[in-house]
């Protein structure tokens, strides 16, 4: 299976290498397999779901403690 690369966009518009270190703004440099992973991704059909439904997304950036904080507390918020 062929995959097209498509470019990759830092923050502000401008075009990042795949290999990069951040620049300012950015918190992390693209991994170099990222767009062949989002391409694989995005070749997938999506699932269809019955409604009403609601769906969470969590990302975090943050050190150890505060990180295992996050986790006890998302723990609870599943448990509830």
């Given at each position: 299976?062929?995959?097209?690369?498509?470019?990759?966009?830092?923050?502000?518009?401008?075009?990042?290498?795949?290999?990069?270190?951040?620049?300012?703004?950015?918190?992390?440099?693209?991994?170099?397999?990222?767009?062949?992973v989002?391409?694989?991704?995005?070749?997938?059909?999506?699932?269809?779901?019955?409604?009403?439904?609601?769906?969470?997304?969590?990302?975090?950036?943050?050190?150890?403690?505060?990180?295992?904080?996050?986790?006890e507390?998302f723990?609870?918020?599943?448990?509830?």
């Open positions: 299976m062929a995959v097209r690369e498509a470019p990759v966009s830092a923050p502000g518009g401008e075009s990042a290498d795949a290999g990069s270190v951040p620049s300012s703004g950015e918190l992390f440099a693209p991994h170099p397999l990222r767009q062949l989002l391409g694989e991704m995005h070749a997938r059909p999506f699932q269809l779901v019955e409604t009403p439904r609601v769906f969470l997304h969590y990302g975090f950036a943050t050190d150890d403690d505060a990180a295992q904080a996050d986790r507390w723990k609870g918020f599943c448990r509830a």
